[in-house]
């Protein structure tokens, strides 16, 4: 058994899981405009799912509007219906060839409530790093009782876990705070 492995699959499934918190916040809509929040709206056409950014173009000219050209004018109905479908709680409007999605300021009791959902999404990316973690440390107690790990390499097999747990740890603090005070800015 080496320890090298196990640490370096913790450390990777750990970026993973904060990577996967990062682009599930971007997608949070903080006021401004931002094509993440609509990037992995999941649109039905000829009988497929796809996300949206495989069908047209997103941008943001301003801030207060996202712009979707699709690349094929027949996907323009199905993308409206995901976009009406989703929980942006935005009415698109479209001139035949773009939709064009207005983003209103946000209201106080609306920004209080994403902040829980950014503080909920937070504490799951956390949560998957414990179950990482834990997973990490099974698999050296496992090695120690099969005699593959002496008893001072395992503690500082599993000192290093701690390590790397704590770090993925602050990361996900640090992005949430920082989405937090996004959402809090006026």
Same mark, same amino acid.
């Given at each position: 058994?080496?320890?090298?492995?196990?640490?370096?699959?913790?450390?990777?499934?750990?970026?993973?899981?904060?990577?996967?918190?990062?682009?599930?916040?971007?997608?949070?809509?903080?006021?401004?405009?931002?094509? &993440? $929040?609509?990037?992995?709206? @999941?649109?039905?056409?000829?009988? +497929?799912?796809?996300?949206? %950014?495989?069908?047209?173009?997103?941008?943001?000219?301003?801030?207060?509007?996202?712009?979707?050209?699709?690349?094929?004018?027949?996907?323009?109905?199905?993308?409206?219906?995901? $976009?009406?479908?989703?929980?942006?709680?935005?009415?698109?409007? %479209?001139?035949?060839?773009?939709?064009?999605?207005?983003?209103?300021?946000?209201?106080?009791?609306?920004?209080?409530?994403?902040?829980?959902?950014?503080?909920?999404? /937070?504490?799951?990316?956390?949560?998957?790093?414990?179950?990482?973690?834990?997973?990490?440390?099974?698999?050296?107690?496992? &090695?120690?009782?099969?005699?593959?790990? /002496?008893?001072?390499?395992?503690?500082?097999?599993?000192?290093?876990?701690?390590? $790397?747990?704590?770090?993925?740890?602050?990361?996900?603090?640090?992005?949430?705070? @920082?989405?937090? +005070?996004?959402?809090?800015? $006026?």
């Amino acid at each position: 058994m080496d320890v090298d492995e196990v640490l370096l699959d913790a450390d990777d499934r750990m970026d993973k899981a904060v990577e996967s918190l990062r682009q599930t916040l971007a997608a949070v809509r903080t006021g401004r405009a931002n094509t &993440a $929040i609509v990037e992995r709206l @999941q649109v039905s056409h000829y009988d +497929q799912v796809m996300p949206l %950014n495989q069908l047209a173009t997103l941008a943001a000219p301003d801030p207060t509007l996202v712009t979707v050209q699709p690349w094929d004018k027949s996907a323009l109905q199905p993308i409206m219906k995901a $976009i009406q479908a989703s929980d942006l709680g935005i009415t698109p409007s %479209n001139d035949g060839a773009t939709i064009r999605l207005p983003i209103p300021p946000l209201t106080e009791e609306r920004r209080r409530e994403l902040v829980r959902l950014v503080g909920a999404r /937070s504490e799951e990316g956390k949560v998957a790093v414990r179950n990482i973690r834990r997973h990490a440390i099974d698999e050296l107690r496992k &090695a120690l009782r099969a005699g593959e790990l /002496s008893e001072d390499e395992e503690r500082r097999a599993l000192t290093d876990v701690e390590e $790397i747990t704590g770090a993925h740890t602050k990361q996900i603090d640090e992005i949430g705070q @920082q989405k937090e +005070q996004e959402l809090l800015e $006026i």
